[in-house]
């Protein structure tokens, strides 16, 4: 298939990418690299053989996206571009608003102009706000607890109102956990823009002595009073994007689960960093963060058993990983 990635050189999208071109599809790239390099290209390529097609670009210009889709055939669009930091979107929330659905409700437009009928969309387990019970089940109540979240939920009604009203359209709505780990290569990892707003590359900058780590919340009803989250690899999550694929020759709005089912502590994930690359992270507790839950794991067995997907690399995997990017990275 000829598929488009949007935001295919960010953290999430250039694994993603890197994987669907192993598997013999056919990629091109749309971002702005407003949170990516043009440098990533170079490394799908050393990974993949070969190198995506790229166009520069704010998916939200419908203009550009529409004259990319002039120049190309595409079977289906993977869209990733969005800002995606829960913290940043409670201070920021307009610019989150006008980002994350402008560039939806552009791509939607432009695939329906080209006849492009398939997109898999970069939902969020944010769009079950505080969840109903654990573990998280798609058909739990939607709600959102902070600005991105209300993007992601928002954009999950545009595209299934959308795919209502065009019935030969396939959507597939992926709800995925928290990503981390990075390409065993070392050439492919989550490298955010000034200063990160995820757990794992805060971990990693302490670990190297560039910042402290603040654990946001000790007073969670956890068993360590910690944030718990399901921990996802991002090979596994590109995995489960490229086996979504299977719908895209199926009408419908398809939604899935992409996690472990397993949760992890902020503490237990930074013991785990520990113990696994023989680092130490210094780190102190702060109040919690705006916006923050206290837990979130997902029921995975949707995916496991309409995508036959199911995530293969545990912790160790994950901190082993992205140590081995961060490291790689920090010797440039």
């Known amino acids: 298939m000829k598929i488009l990635v949007t935001g295919g050189t960010g953290f999430i999208g250039s694994h993603t990418t890197a994987a669907l071109i192993n598997q013999g599809h056919e990629v091109v790239i749309a971002d702005n690299l407003s949170n990516s390099g043009i440098g990533v290209l170079q490394n799908i390529s050393q990974i993949t053989g070969k190198t995506p097609k790229f166009y520069k670009i704010d998916v939200c210009d419908k203009k550009s996206l529409g004259a990319l889709f002039d120049e190309n055939s595409f079977d289906a669009a993977i869209h990733f571009a969005g800002f995606k930091a829960v913290a940043e979107s409670v201070e920021k929330p307009l610019e989150y608003y006008r980002n994350n659905i402008m560039s939806t409700i552009s791509l939607l437009e432009t695939m329906l102009e080209h006849g492009v009928l398939a997109l898999i969309f970069s ?53 995925y956990f928290n990503p981390i780990g990075a390409h065993e290569s070392g050439l492919l ?133 992205a140590w081995n990017y961060a490291s790689k990275q920090n010797k440039k």
Not at 128 to 148: H, M, R, T, V
Request: charged share 20%; glycine share 10%.
């Open 123 to 175: 939902s969020s387990a944010t769009v079950y706000g505080s969840p109903a019970g654990l573990p998280i089940k798609e058909d739990f109540p939607l709600s959102a607890f902070n600005p991105y979240g209300e993007t992601k939920l928002m954009n999950e009604k545009i595209i299934t109102d959308f795919q209502r009203a065009n019935p030969a359209f396939s959507a597939t709505l992926l709800r």
């Open 189 to 321: 990892g989550e490298n955010p823009s000034g200063i990160p707003n995820n757990l794992m590359p805060l971990i990693i900058k302490s670990a190297l002595g560039e910042i402290p780590l603040k654990v946001c919340g000790t007073d969670y009803d956890t068993p360590d009073g910690t944030g718990v989250r399901d921990y996802i690899h991002v090979l596994d999550l590109a995995a489960g994007h490229a086996a979504a694929l299977k719908n895209a020759r199926n009408p419908g709005v398809y939604t899935y689960n992409l996690g472990t089912g397993k949760g992890l502590s902020v503490l237990e994930l930074i013991s785990a960093f520990e113990k696994v690359n023989g680092v130490k992270v210094n780190y102190s507790f702060a109040e919690r963060r705006p916006g923050d839950i206290a837990a979130c794991y997902a029921d995975p067995s949707k995916a496991k058993r309409e995508l036959g997907f199911t995530a293969l690399r545990g912790v160790d995997e994950m901190c082993r990983d």
